[in-house]
């Protein structure tokens, strides 16, 4: 079949002109066609995603230039890189708003706070006695996510935890309707271990994980770094162990650099 996703015939594209280049066709006008519309089809595709989805709020736009501007500067021995782009962003955020209404959740459980973008944007979508608690391992990241929170009309609505994910995670006892996993990727296994044998997840619940594709390493694309390529090794394993867990029912969403939506099955 025919590729029919701008990313399949971008593929496609760029296939034949490197099979030319392989039987060493010369670089002609035909070859230069084809990679300014492969060009053209990965370019303009996130910014015409961003450009169809429903606007970001007042509040969330400016928390995203908030996260853009900020400087971090040296991390602390053992702490993460923390980087601009961890943000989750606003597609990626606009979804995680439709999940909430979609689904009535009122209790929504967040893996990986960063500067609080995400869980503001549950916070504005659940209804008026909806909580989000929201578990930060990073004081740096927590601080700004805690002013942001603090400014917000919605902030109310969020409960911000400090400290390594598991440990806030053994201390639940009331289960969660969705719960959003966008922490470090060598623990996403651990997290949902926990999740579903300690029953922290309400009956329908949806659990959704970010960066599941990790930046194509995770199916096979050449890493630009040695932390990328663990990084795409633990998501690989990650997601076997979800497709292979017969519990389970999943699907892997191309947003951003990947969202998997998975559920307990109702006979599992």
Known sequence: MRPVTPVGIAAQEVGLVLDGLDAGLPVDDDVLARLRRAHALLAGLDPYVA?????????????????????????????AQL?????????????????????????????????????????EALPADGVVVTCEADPRAAAVARDAFARSDDGDRIELLEGPALASLEQFGEPFDLVFVDADKEGYSAYLDLLLERGLLADGALV??????????????????????????????FNERVASDPSLVQVVLPVRDGLTLLQRRADG
């Open 51 to 79: 450009a169809s989805t429903s606007p970001e709020s007042a509040q969330l736009a400016e928390l995203a230039r908030t996260t853009a501007g900020h400087r971090w500067g040296e991390h602390p021995p053992g702490a």
């Open 208 to 237: 959704a994980v970010d960066n599941t594709l990790m930046q194509g390493v995770a199916y096979g694309a050449p890493p630009r770094s040695e932390r990328e390529a663990e990084q795409g090794r633990v998501i690989a394993a």
């Open 83 to 123: 980087e601009p782009e961890m943000v989750s962003g606003h597609v990626e955020a606009a979804l995680m708003q439709l999940l909430v209404r979609l689904s009535g959740a009122r209790r929504v459980l967040e893996i990986g706070t960063f500067t609080g973008y995400a869980a503001l944007a549950v916070a």
